[in-house]
Structure formats: C-alpha cells, structure tokens
C-alpha cells in the first residue's frame, strides 16, 4: 500500500527555519510532479510548492523566496526547505502528487509565533 509519510515539523519562533520532509512507499515520485500543501485553522488547503518530474520549482507567491522545494528520486522523498517564516504559514502540511493523488498523509503541523 503507498503511503506519504511528512516529518519535520514544529514550533518556532518568526524568522525562523525548518526543513519538510515526504517520504513514500512504493515509487509513486518517479515520473510525477509533486507539491506541498498547507491547510491553516479554518481555511483550505492549499497548494505551496510544486516540483516538476525533471527538478522545475514553483511557488506560491506567499512563499516565494522564503521555501524552496527538491526531491531526491532515489530515495523517494520531496523536501520543503523554509526559511524566515511567518505566523501565517502555521498549519499542516502535506505532500502529494500533482496529479493523481494518492492517499493522504497525516501531515506535519508548523506552528509559527509571533
């Protein structure tokens, strides 16, 4: 059974960092975009990072320049990394593939204070 496992998460302070990781079992990554979401308290989720197949990164507007997306295909892991980050990225975070998703992982919560 394919599963995404999301580890990293915590608490910190505004301005600090953390790095999101996604692990999968099975080799779903292989051949598929794949991108982070976030679902703050009483919103939707929403998509904030995507990478391509072949490495090509995109961003939200509200987190350009402050998260960057990779994968590592041979270990079957996305990662997140973000840096000076603010209240208003806490929520849980969440990987999957662009298309197609596959079942939902628990996620990894980010709480940001002010």
């Known amino acids: 059974q394919v599963q995404l496992v999301e580890s990293g998460g915590g608490s910190v302070q505004a301005g600090g960092t953390l790095r999101l990781s996604c692990a999968a079992s099975?080799?779903?990554?292989?051949?598929?975009?794949m991108g982070w979401y976030r679902q703050a308290p009483g919103k939707q989720r929403e998509l904030v990072a995507a990478i391509t197949a072949a490495g090509s990164p995109n961003y939200a507007d509200s987190v350009k320049g402050r998260f960057t997306i990779s994968r590592d295909n041979a270990k079957n892991t996305v990662y997140l990394q973000m840096y000076s980050l603010k209240p208003e990225d806490t929520g849980v975070y969440c990987c999957?593939?662009?298309?197609?998703?596959?079942?939902w992982g628990q996620g990894t919560q980010v709480t940001v204070s002010s």
């Open positions: 999957n593939r662009l298309i197609w998703p596959v079942n």
């Open positions: 099975g080799s779903i990554f292989s051949g598929y975009g």
